[in-house]
């Protein structure tokens, strides 16, 4: 066989050629970078609050105040706390949850559904100038809570108008995309349901409207049918695990809701326990079971994150019955934290960094008005939670 000469340039792009192709190589079994997304919930436009100084302050205007801290998040050194990433600049921000409760539900002297859906759009769909890895603005991953599907199917006391979906409306559009997008008019609660999924960096993330309840959970089974059992779970939704009795639905025929009954009809499972909810809390046992049971037999779901009581908690669900153990991650509310309404030095939003290499995920507390009179205070970190999402 005649051997083969090649030119000094020849041999010089051959070369080059082979570089590039170890490079391809090499990325595609780089380590996926880390995910970092920010956690916030019950915005409730429409009420005000005393904030910075001053009275009678909007959701509008805290909300905002919020969203410009955010914005500072990727320049903010992360504390040495053996998480992920810890001692590091945060860097990109790829995603910007809000589970629900947009609107203030419209009692008296609150503005309606649009008005304040309008104003969110202003701060979290315009206002955030985080972007990710991929150097596009951050997501913006919503679902609603019991104010806005309140003011979409109405509620036992007066609200002014008596109904108003476009809360959810808007937000079924942003996060579903129907080819058709929906209206106020055709908008029907019971059948067009806030449900969606995510997979990111190997972990599957659901979104659902207010609880797992018995019908939710038909759409969950459907959703994880489609992931292996292998394949980490993370829930984002409105409701604790506990959910509330009066979120249930009014077991008496004709089911409807009342001043006196207390039940908000927000879920399709009726309850179960009684005839009258309690206006706080209230016994969901038997509801609760039901979901435990989901969890039994999906153990791949690893962590659950939620608002509607709202102040920063890490803790662990157990159940009715003490036979589940489910890391669960409670955030604050700019406008009605249990603590931080009265203290605004704790408010707070939440610092999700997940490893995907590693499958880890590391939590932190991200406070931002430590210094409400300081307009250029940095944000500091409070409590921090590492979590494995290792399916085993």
Not at 1 to 30: D, F, P, W, Y
Not at 138 to 144: E, R, S
Not at 249 to 259: D, E, I, L, S, Y
Request: glycine letters at 6%; hydrophobic letters at 35%.
């Amino acid at each position: 066989m005649e051997n083969i000469k090649l030119t000094s340039g020849q041999l010089l792009r051959l070369l080059l050629l082979l570089l590039v192709a170890q490079a391809a190589s090499a990325q595609k079994k780089e380590t996926p970078r880390v995910v970092n997304m920010l956690f916030s919930s019950d915005a409730h436009y429409g009420l005000t609050r005393a904030f910075r100084g001053d009275t009678g302050v909007t959701g509008h205007s805290v909300n905002a105040t919020m969203i410009a801290q955010m914005n500072t998040m990727p320049g903010i050194i992360l504390p040495a706390d053996s998480g992920v990433n810890s001692g590091t600049r945060v860097g990109a921000v790829d995603y910007v949850v809000q589970t629900g409760d947009i609107a203030n539900r419209m009692e008296a002297g609150v503005q309606i559904a649009a008005a304040s859906w309008a104003q969110f759009e202003q701060d979290y769909l315009h206002g955030l100038k985080l972007r990710g890895h991929d150097s596009k603005r951050a997501q913006v991953l919503v679902t609603p809570g019991n104010h806005d599907i309140s003011n979409a199917i109405g509620y036992g006391k007066p609200m002014t108008p008596a109904t108003d979906p476009t809360a959810m409306v808007k937000i079924y559009n942003l996060m579903l995309k129907p080819k058709q997008p929906l209206t106020n008019e055709t908008y029907n609660y019971h059948t067009q349901k806030v449900d969606y999924s995510r997979n990111i960096g190997g972990v599957h993330f659901m979104f659902l409207t207010l609880w797992p309840d018995s019908a939710q959970r038909i759409w969950m089974q459907a959703d994880l049918d489609t992931v292996s059992a292998t394949t980490p779970v993370i829930i984002f939704t409105h409701d604790q695990p506990t959910c509330e009795a009066k979120h249930f639905t009014n077991p008496v025929a004709p089911f409807t809701m009342t001043q006196e009954n207390k039940f908000e009809n927000l879920t399709e499972e009726r309850y179960k326990e009684g005839l009258v909810a309690t206006a706080n809390g209230g016994n969901t046992a038997i509801e609760q079971r039901g979901w435990v049971a989901f969890l039994k037999r999906h153990p791949n779901i690893k962590a659950y994150f939620h608002g509607n009581s709202n102040y920063n908690e890490f803790y662990t669900y157990k159940g009715p019955d003490d036979d589940v153990d489910l890391k669960v991650f409670r955030v604050d509310s700019p406008m009605k934290g249990k603590y931080s309404a009265k203290d605004e030095t704790k408010l707070s939003f939440q610092l999700i960094s997940l490893d995907p290499d590693k499958q880890i995920l590391t939590v932190r507390e991200c406070l931002w008005d430590t210094e409400p009179l300081l307009k250029s205070q940095k944000i500091s970190f409070g409590a921090t939670a590492t979590v494995s999402l290792k399916v085993n």
